[in-house]
């Protein structure tokens, strides 16, 4: 297969040195991975096979697509959505536990004479989940529930609303214990661990966190980048000044320029909130990004980098706390934005 003109470099001990500080701030809980969105846009069978060697036991994907992609591997996986009529031939075969959702679903599995599973309790995020009265009434009594789970809306906030919302979510959550055969209980996402003993119960689900993500200030210093966008230079060009770069003619150049010009646009999710904010790099030096992003091509301002050639690669910055102050966009869009396109490349 031709080689794409644009790379992910991907870094596999950061990628298990987050997970290891996650499962280190989750104390006595089991630290679990989320590796749903083709782990966060990463590639989820490489991701998910690394942390394996780093230690993780706990793995959970959005859908049973994604749960067969992973069954090569063995791994104890969750199925976040729950199962559908459609998806029972999977369900049935062993390789995934359903997260069971709803009422219907609870019935279809029972119904199945369904072996391990999940629930969701809904605690008050209004998203996904069983009431928390049909759970304590006893609605999967019965059933080889191993784990009881619910979901924090407002885990990256601190104090007022999001800290009264977290704690009667937390409360509720730990009202069910004993209440269920369920083996353990798990509330906490990446944001979540941060929060305290109380929110970890016996098994914690980081997922932005673990790809170098920061979903609360107080973790910036724990974690560590994991991806590192690269794309090829197609063109150099001289840009006289006065001349204009890019659609819409946004940029002008005030001096003579050199303009480089890279494979890589917003349908890479290189998003267009990048025009003239961006920056990339190369040997040391920062080179801006001009103009509008178009959808496959990219244009930076190369002075900084007076040797530049077509062929050369590129590095675009792509810290993601700071990416998403500069975009707007949140950090899990950054994240599983990032196309098919590109090649791969763990190092």
């Given at each position: 297969?031709?080689?794409?003109?644009?790379?992910?470099?991907?870094?596999?001990?950061?990628?298990?040195?987050?997970?290891?500080?996650?499962?280190?701030?989750?104390?006595?809980?089991?630290?679990?991975?989320?590796?749903?969105?083709?782990?966060?846009?990463?590639?989820?069978?490489?991701?998910?096979?690394?942390?394996?060697?780093?230690?993780?036991?706990?793995?959970?994907?959005?859908?049973?697509?994604?749960?067969?992609?992973?069954?090569?591997?063995?791994?104890?996986?969750?199925?976040?959505?729950?199962?559908?009529?459609?998806?029972?031939?999977?369900?049935?075969?062993?390789?995934?536990?359903?997260?069971?959702?709803?009422p219907a679903q609870v019935a279809r599995w029972r119904a199945a004479g369904g072996g391990p599973c999940d629930a969701m309790v809904d605690t008050g995020m209004n998203r996904l989940g069983l009431s928390v009265a049909d759970v304590a009434g006893g609605m999967v009594e019965g059933l080889e529930v191993d784990t009881l789970m619910s979901h924090?809306?407002?885990?990256?906030?601190?104090?007022?609303?999001?800290?009264?919302?977290?704690?009667?979510?937390?409360?509720?959550?730990?009202?069910?214990?004993?209440?269920?055969?369920?083996r353990r209980l798990s509330l906490a996402n990446s944001a979540g661990i941060a929060l305290g003993e109380a929110y970890r119960f016996d098994l914690t689900r980081p997922g932005l966190a673990l790809y170098g993500g920061v979903p609360r200030p107080d973790m910036a210093g724990d974690l560590l980048s994991v991806v590192r966008p690269e794309a090829q230079v197609i063109q150099r060009r001289l840009v006289p000044a006065g001349e204009t770069v890019g659609y819409n003619a946004t940029w002008t150049a005030r001096v003579d320029t050199a303009v480089a010009i890279l494979n890589i646009g917003y349908a890479d999710g290189y998003g267009r909130a990048f025009s003239d904010r961006g920056t990339a790099r190369l040997d040391g030096a920062e080179l801006p990004v001009i103009g509008r992003v178009s959808m496959d091509l990219l244009a930076i301002d190369a002075t900084a980098a007076p040797d530049v050639r077509e062929g050369d690669w590129v590095e675009i910055t792509y810290i993601l706390p700071a990416a998403s102050a500069t975009t707007g966009l949140s950090?899990?869009?950054?994240?599983?934005?990032?196309?098919?396109?590109?090649?791969?490349?763990?190092?």
């Open positions: 297969m031709t080689a794409a003109p644009l790379r992910l470099r991907l870094d596999t001990d950061a990628l298990q040195s987050n997970w290891r500080t996650l499962a280190r701030l989750s104390g006595s809980a089991a630290c679990g991975a989320a590796v749903k969105a083709d782990g966060y846009g990463l590639g989820a069978t490489e991701v998910a096979r690394r942390l394996a060697e780093a230690g993780c036991r706990d793995f959970f994907v959005s859908n049973w697509r994604e749960a067969e992609r992973l069954a090569p591997l063995g791994l104890s996986v969750a199925v976040l959505h729950g199962v559908r009529e459609e998806d029972m031939g999977a369900a049935l075969s062993g390789i995934a536990r359903p997260v069971l959702n709803t924090l809306a407002r885990a990256e906030e601190d104090g007022g609303e999001a800290a009264a919302m977290n704690e009667r979510q937390r409360a509720a959550l730990a009202a069910l214990a004993g209440r269920t055969a369920a950090q899990y869009e950054l994240l599983t934005g990032l196309g098919d396109r590109y090649d791969r490349v763990w190092t």
